[in-house]
């Protein structure tokens, strides 16, 4: 952990897969040689599909690598270097069922524990709103380390020239729980998703500068996990209460120390192509029970599914992750000592968590609070993403649709549509100045790659504000692309401040953000409003979430097998 090298644009990039931040069933590959898990899949967005992540039929004259290789002759050297990549299916298990692990060898599993600092990022951490009872959410960072600097990873994860190389955060999944802990929502970012990455510092004091479009994964890469949170913190501003982090070996002894996690397949399955790509998984029809290295093989699995696409893969992993939520409640209600310690014994081993959760009393807290929430009752979904047009292959979040996701769980709104206490807004402790007295900097941030810059934005709003009191507002020079539109402000003082402006504007208090960019109460006038007087008002929950691959913990079923991989 906390490398203190920066990795380079380019340098062990991952091969796009658009549509999920899971393990993957390619290879290591460099986008600018063309050395890609799937040569023929074309860099822009899939022709057809309404989750734009079809087109990967295999077959004649498809571009999935033709039909599965008859027999054995599949299992080539080649694919067994092949990266296995992480998935967000198996993180937020270890949290949801392992309370009945307790207090078994209490100073013993403690020493076990990995700590690192929560937040790298040099804005600090957003406050949580209480709800009408005063009662405020819980929020943890689930994070997958593709690191290989164990002979353990370095035999799971394959990629030898990768040996003891950066690590990058390959799945990235929030946990929500709930202000009256009636729900949990998760969800999850693509570890291709193309973003800014703030400056961190790390615990020798060393700084990364901020980057303006990078891939989320090398957030680790970046003084540690307490930068992927910072990350994450600047994207949504949703507050982050604590991460937790587990790497390749940290996702088999899990599975194996449970038993195996029961998956199923309508048919007879074996995932490898002609030329030899695929996850090696082969299983019989119906449903089996999957644990170390089968395991990885499920999470990452793309070729063998209907379609072949990355949303298949998702809906695999979402099975998996759906199934062990199931299996850890079960096995925590268990009393036999032996199986509780090998679970005990497997999550402090696995785990790396911030300094809040340094011991087992307190992840066992954690766990009881997560635990109590009925299965029916956690949603699973992915951040809505298009494909980029800056950086073919890779995804953005989706302006409009991802804001309101993220505005759903600033705002405590369940996912599944069902009622839940809302949240309130807590005023700022700093009281506002005199609109007259205010300085307000306007900048027009509304550039985006199908339109370009809606004109003469900056001027208008400097206008409204004007005509609201704010008399000293004027525009500024253009702002980097932003999706939505933020009011920030550089210091405590200025908090109120920018709060009122951001009132008189319509626009919500969840876009107002701390920053070290700007030296007052600064508007960035985003993509969601490019024109019109008014700022839109985001939709009201609509009883589902935005985006796809939205699932829930209680569901079951088989994953439809295509018939090409079939034996």
Not at 138 to 149: M, T, V, Y
Request: net charge positive; aromatic share 4%.
């Amino acid at each position: 952990m906390g490398q203190s090298s920066v990795r380079g644009e380019g340098t062990r990039d991952r091969v796009p897969h658009a549509r999920t931040g899971g393990w993957e069933d390619g290879h290591r590959g460099d986008p600018s040689s063309g050395d890609t898990e799937d040569p023929a899949r074309p860099a822009g967005p899939p022709a057809s599909g309404a989750d734009g992540g079809r087109g990967h039929r295999r077959g004649a004259g498809g571009g999935g690598g033709g039909r599965r290789r008859a027999g054995k002759g599949g299992e080539s050297r080649t694919g067994k270097r092949r990266v296995l990549r992480w998935s967000a299916a198996v993180l937020s298990l270890l949290i949801l069922g392992t309370a009945g692990a307790g207090y078994l060898y209490y100073e013993h599993l403690n020493s076990k524990i990995k700590k690192e600092d929560l937040t790298l990022g040099k804005n600090g951490m957003p406050e949580h709103r209480a709800n009408s009872a005063g009662q405020t959410p819980l929020n943890i960072l689930l994070i997958g380390s593709d690191a290989r600097n164990s002979k353990a990873n370095q035999e799971l994860g394959g990629g030898r020239d990768t040996f003891d190389g950066p690590p990058l955060a390959d799945v990235q999944m929030l946990v929500h729980l709930s202000a009256d802990r009636s729900n949990i929502s998760v969800v999850s970012m693509p570890r291709d998703t193309m973003l800014r990455l703030p400056e961190c510092r790390d615990a020798k004091g060393k700084v990364y500068p901020a980057r303006e479009f990078a891939q989320t994964n090398e957030s680790l890469d970046r003084g540690g996990p307490g930068c992927t949170v910072a990350t994450w913190v600047e994207l949504t501003g949703i507050p982050i209460d604590h991460f937790m982090m587990i790497d390749f070996a940290g996702v088999v002894s899990m599975a194996d120390a449970i038993g195996g996690v029961p998956v199923c397949v309508d048919k007879n399955i074996e995932s490898r192509t002609s030329d030899g790509k695929g996850s090696g998984l082969k299983l019989a029809a119906g449903t089996h029970p999957i644990k170390g290295e089968q395991a990885l093989q499920w999470l990452r699995t793309r070729y063998g599914w209907v379609g072949g696409t990355d949303l298949e893969r998702a809906k695999a992993q979402h099975m998996y992750m759906n199934s062990m939520v199931r299996e850890l409640r079960r096995n925590a209600k268990l009393t036999d000592p032996n199986k509780l310690r090998k679970l005990a014994e497997a999550a402090t081993e696995a785990l790396t968590v911030d300094k809040g959760l340094d011991t087992i009393g307190k992840l066992y807290d954690v766990a009881e609070q997560l635990k109590s929430v009925p299965t029916g009752r956690i949603t699973m979904t992915t951040m809505p993403n298009f494909y980029s047009t800056r950086k073919p292959g890779k995804v953005e979040p989706t302006p409009g649709e991802a804001e309101e996701l993220f505005r759903m769980i600033r705002e405590d709104i369940p996912l599944d549509g069902k009622p839940s206490k809302r949240a309130t807004p807590t005023a700022s402790k700093d009281p506002a100045a005199a609109p007259a007295e205010t300085g307000v900097t306007v900048q027009n941030g509304t550039y985006t790659d199908q339109y370009g810059s809606a004109q003469g934005r900056a001027t208008t709003v400097a206008g409204l504000l004007a005509a609201k009191g704010y008399t000293q507002a004027k525009a500024g020079t253009a702002a980097p692309r932003q999706a939505k539109t933020l009011v920030q402000f550089p210091s405590a003082d200025l908090e109120g401040d920018a709060q009122a402006v951001a009132k008189s504007l319509g626009i919500p208090a969840g876009s107002v953000k701390k920053s070290g960019t700007v030296s007052g109460i600064t508007v960035v006038v985003g993509a969601d409003w490019r024109e019109g007087d008014t700022y839109p008002k985001p939709p009201r929950n609509t009883g589902k979430a935005p985006g796809s691959n939205t699932s829930r913990a209680d569901q079951s079923g088989c994953m439809t097998v295509d018939p090409g991989f079939t034996w």
